[in-house]
């Protein structure tokens, strides 16, 4: 599944890039890579599920929210989320994401503290969207 | 951006474009190739548009890459001018930071009964992601405020863990209102908790002493085991920085400020926004003081079980506590004249010189104690602050990091790190033996070299070198 993405090196922190046909797929595609540094998703059942909207101003401060509420409900519940599903219009994202609890599962990645501002880019290219976020780990 | 050399282990970065004033970093030689591996040393020219900042954008000898700010990054701002304070400088780890216990007991006793004492440590110091820490919950609201005063007084550690604490614990001007109620619900169940990534707890053995009228003063005695905790304020410390970061964003367009990178987010401090966020900075820094106050506390309680002795007989008492990453409102002379600045440290640590009047009296005449960690497997170095520190009263943080968490992995396994730690001597519990391999040895700099630096540059003496023999691995 690590093709949806790429890892970005960094120094001490943890980064990925990543592309789609869309906007809404490429910050669904960067919400799989966060949790994907962090557990290893081919074995996540669908246990539990959240849904959540988020609007923003732009395309950056779309994708930060929707991570940054992801990661919040992750770490508030100890759920990871394997599944996670955008839908966007007018900068109004609609998250559907299911997953399981991370109590008893091993670590593959540092958690991720948070979604930085460094270098983020979400923006339109030939043929989609890309988006490169450094997480804080 | 090419540093050049400037002498005194100061290297200069000179202003180009918006940079208000120009970059210095404080390196060796061999450290400042290292430094330029990555693009911490663009990011420090980056931090030098900060409005406000006075004298220099500054790095200290463990500086990399981080995000905004470079890690080892300090900058000062003169409040009274219109400065700044940037989220930034301070990190998603708010109040980050290292505490270090001094004991009487001496490596014998960890050979007699050191697995009984990593059992302990083992089964007793929450990590890893999530939830877990020791506190129970309902501390949450009056840690908030009063920080490590508040959990002292549910039972956790002694009068004398205030004393020798950055602040005496507690962060004046937080409380619960000012971060959000999912900053709250974040970090409500990590109270007392390591964390993961480069978080640890870790027995050392003093190992070399420097000055010894200093060591002894600070509780250090050469041979005598010791134990150093770094973490900061958890999930309540990322969710409050990140929720800063996105109001800041607008509000620095309404103040006119432009920076080069959206992570260097600010607004002056002597605005509403400037001061809600140092209100909020307070908070989550209350709850860092006393998330170390309780480990510490617990780290007591497995000595005690596993020597079968009370904890008020071991001799575990605080030589100091230091925060990393703050932002601080602090007077320093610049140009001649005492400003009140605004003075960020983002991987650095706070060194003041002997005689500053917020010192506690038992060690104001030697100068603050500066804790350096190493890396599992190499030295960590307790340093003090001097007078004439060329950069507003601080020094480095750590070692540094020098390889990616990808370079790293791809040099050896978790199990193969464990191995070589062992083959040390080196005793390991880690929470995750596969996130092992990002943290070995080897993906740090030389701690010893940036202690070294640390003292040539005039930024802090070294007092004692410590090295470890067990390791409680976030």
Same mark, same amino acid.
């Given at each position: 599944?690590?093709?949806?993405?790429?890892?970005?090196?960094?120094?001490?922190?943890?980064?990925?890039?990543?592309? %789609?046909? #869309?906007?809404?797929?490429?910050?669904?595609? @960067? !919400?799989?890579?966060?949790?994907? =540094?962090?557990?290893? *998703? $081919?074995?996540?059942? %669908?246990? #539990?599920?959240?849904?959540?909207?988020?609007? @923003? !101003?732009?395309?950056?401060?779309? =994708?930060?929210?929707? *991570? $940054?509420?992801?990661?919040?409900?992750?770490?508030?519940?100890?759920?990871?989320?394997? !599944?996670?599903?955008?839908?966007?219009?007018?900068?109004?994202?609609?998250?559907?994401?299911?997953?399981?609890?991370?109590?008893?599962?091993?670590?593959?990645?540092?958690?991720?503290?948070?979604?930085?501002?460094?270098?983020?880019?979400?923006?339109?290219?030939?043929?989609?969207?890309?988006?490169?976020?450094?997480?804080?780990? | 951006?090419?540093?050049?050399?400037?002498?005194?282990?100061?290297?200069?970065?000179?202003?180009?474009?918006?940079?208000?004033?120009?970059?210095?970093?404080?390196?060796?030689?061999?450290?400042?190739?290292?430094?330029?591996?990555?693009?911490?040393?663009?990011?420090?020219?980056?931090?030098?548009?900060?409005?406000?900042?006075?004298?220099?954008?500054?790095?200290?000898?463990?500086?990399?890459?981080?995000?905004?700010?470079?890690?080892?990054?300090?900058?000062?701002?003169?409040?009274?001018?219109?400065?700044?304070?940037?989220?930034?400088?301070?990190?998603?780890?708010?109040?980050?930071?290292?505490?270090?216990?001094?004991?009487?007991?001496?490596?014998?006793?960890?050979?007699?009964?050191?697995?009984?004492?990593?059992?302990?440590?083992?089964?007793?110091?929450?990590?890893?992601?999530?939830?877990?820490?020791?506190?129970?919950?309902?501390?949450?609201?009056?840690?908030?405020?009063?920080?490590?005063?508040?959990?002292?007084?549910?039972?956790?550690?002694?009068?004398?863990?205030?004393?020798?604490?950055?602040?005496?614990?507690?962060?004046?001007?937080?409380?619960?209102?000012?971060?959000?109620?999912?900053?709250?619900?974040?970090?409500?169940?990590?109270?007392?908790?390591?964390?993961?990534?480069?978080?640890?707890?870790?027995?050392?053995?003093?190992?070399?002493?420097?000055?010894?009228?200093?060591?002894?003063?600070?509780?250090?005695?050469?041979?005598?085991?010791?134990?150093?905790?770094?973490?900061?304020?958890?999930?309540?410390?990322?969710?409050?920085?990140?929720?800063?970061?996105?109001?800041?964003?607008?509000?620095?367009?309404?103040?006119?400020?432009?920076?080069?990178?959206?992570?260097?987010?600010?607004?002056?401090?002597?605005?509403?926004?400037?001061?809600?966020?140092?209100?909020?900075?307070?908070?989550?820094?209350?709850?860092?003081?006393?998330?170390?106050?309780?480990?510490?506390?617990?780290?007591?309680?497995?000595?005690?079980?596993?020597?079968?002795?009370?904890?008020?007989?071991?001799?575990?008492?605080?030589?100091?506590?230091?925060?990393?990453?703050?932002?601080?409102?602090?007077?320093?002379?610049?140009?001649?004249?005492?400003?009140?600045?605004?003075?960020?440290?983002?991987?650095?640590?706070?060194?003041?010189?002997?005689?500053?009047?917020?010192?506690?009296?038992?060690?104001?005449?030697?100068?603050?104690?500066?804790?350096?960690?190493?890396?599992?497997?190499?030295?960590?170095?307790?340093?003090?602050?001097?007078?004439?520190?060329?950069?507003?009263?601080?020094?480095?943080?750590?070692?540094?990091?020098?390889?990616?968490?990808?370079?790293?992995?791809?040099?050896?396994?978790?199990?193969?790190?464990?191995?070589?730690?062992?083959?040390?001597?080196?005793?390991?519990?880690?929470?995750?033996?596969?996130?092992?391999?990002?943290?070995?040895?080897?993906?740090?700099?030389?701690?010893?070299?940036?202690?070294?630096?640390?003292?040539?540059?005039?930024?802090?003496?070294?007092?004692?070198?410590?090295?470890?023999?067990?390791?409680?691995?976030?």
């Amino acid at each position: 599944m690590t093709n949806r993405y790429s890892i970005v090196s960094h120094t001490a922190d943890t980064g990925i890039e990543t592309t %789609a046909d #869309t906007l809404a797929d490429a910050i669904g595609n @960067a !919400a799989f890579a966060m949790f994907d =540094l962090m557990y290893d *998703l $081919s074995s996540i059942p %669908a246990e #539990t599920a959240i849904a959540f909207t988020t609007v @923003a !101003a732009s395309p950056e401060d779309l =994708l930060v929210d929707v *991570l $940054s509420e992801l990661l919040l409900r992750s770490e508030s519940d100890d759920v990871v989320f394997s !599944a996670i599903a955008v839908r966007e219009s007018r900068m109004r994202a609609a998250v559907e994401a299911s997953g399981a609890t991370t109590v008893g599962r091993d670590l593959r990645g540092p958690p991720i503290k948070a979604i930085t501002y460094h270098e983020l880019r979400c923006e339109p290219v030939a043929g989609g969207w890309m988006v490169r976020v450094i997480f804080d780990v | 951006m090419e540093p050049s050399w400037t002498g005194d282990y100061e290297w200069t970065i000179p202003r180009s474009g918006g940079m208000r004033v120009p970059g210095v970093v404080f390196a060796s030689p061999p450290l400042m190739v290292q430094a330029r591996e990555d693009r911490a040393v663009d990011q420090v020219a980056n931090v030098a548009h900060l409005p406000g900042i006075v004298r220099a954008s500054l790095a200290m000898p463990d500086i990399h890459w981080g995000y905004g700010f470079p890690i080892g990054g300090v900058a000062a701002t003169d409040v009274e001018a219109g400065g700044v304070v940037s989220p930034g400088g301070v990190g998603f780890d708010i109040c980050c930071g290292v505490r270090l216990l001094a004991s009487h007991l001496t490596a014998t006793d960890f050979f007699r009964h050191g697995e009984r004492i990593m059992a302990e440590l083992d089964a007793r110091i929450p990590r890893g992601a999530g939830k877990g820490g020791i506190a129970p919950r309902d501390l949450l609201n009056g840690i908030l405020e009063h920080g490590a005063r508040s959990a002292l007084d549910a039972g956790f550690g002694t009068d004398r863990d205030l004393e020798r604490c950055e602040e005496r614990g507690v962060s004046v001007g937080g409380g619960r209102d000012w971060v959000s109620p999912e900053a709250r619900q974040r970090g409500g169940g990590q109270l007392g908790s390591l964390g993961a990534g480069n978080h640890f707890l870790e027995v050392q053995i003093v190992d070399r002493i420097f000055e010894p009228k200093t060591a002894a003063a600070f509780g250090l005695e050469s041979g005598t085991l010791a134990v150093m905790i770094h973490c900061g304020s958890r999930g309540l410390g990322h969710q409050t920085c990140q929720d800063q970061l996105k109001v800041m964003g607008p509000a620095m367009a309404r103040h006119g400020i432009a920076v080069p990178d959206r992570q260097l987010a600010c607004v002056p401090v002597r605005s509403r926004e400037g001061r809600a966020y140092l209100a909020a900075m307070a908070t989550a820094a209350n709850f860092a003081w006393a998330n170390r106050h309780i480990l510490a506390h617990e780290a007591r309680q497995a000595f005690s079980a596993a020597l079968r002795t009370p904890a008020d007989g071991l001799g575990l008492e605080l030589v100091f506590d230091v925060a990393h990453n703050l932002a601080k409102l602090e007077t320093h002379v610049v140009d001649g004249a005492p400003s009140v600045l605004c003075v960020h440290r983002k991987g650095a640590t706070r060194a003041f010189e002997p005689g500053h009047p917020d010192l506690p009296d038992d060690i104001r005449g030697v100068g603050q104690p500066v804790l350096v960690p190493g890396s599992m497997g190499t030295a960590s170095w307790v340093l003090r602050g001097v007078a004439d520190n060329p950069a507003f009263a601080s020094a480095a943080h750590g070692a540094g990091r020098l390889m990616s968490r990808g370079a790293a992995k791809r040099r050896a396994s978790g199990r193969d790190v464990r191995k070589d730690l062992e083959r040390a001597g080196i005793s390991i519990r880690p929470g995750s033996v596969r996130l092992l391999a990002e943290e070995a040895p080897y993906a740090y700099k030389d701690v010893d070299e940036v202690a070294r630096v640390c003292a040539a540059a005039g930024l802090a003496d070294r007092v004692a070198r410590l090295r470890p023999i067990g390791v409680v691995k976030g």
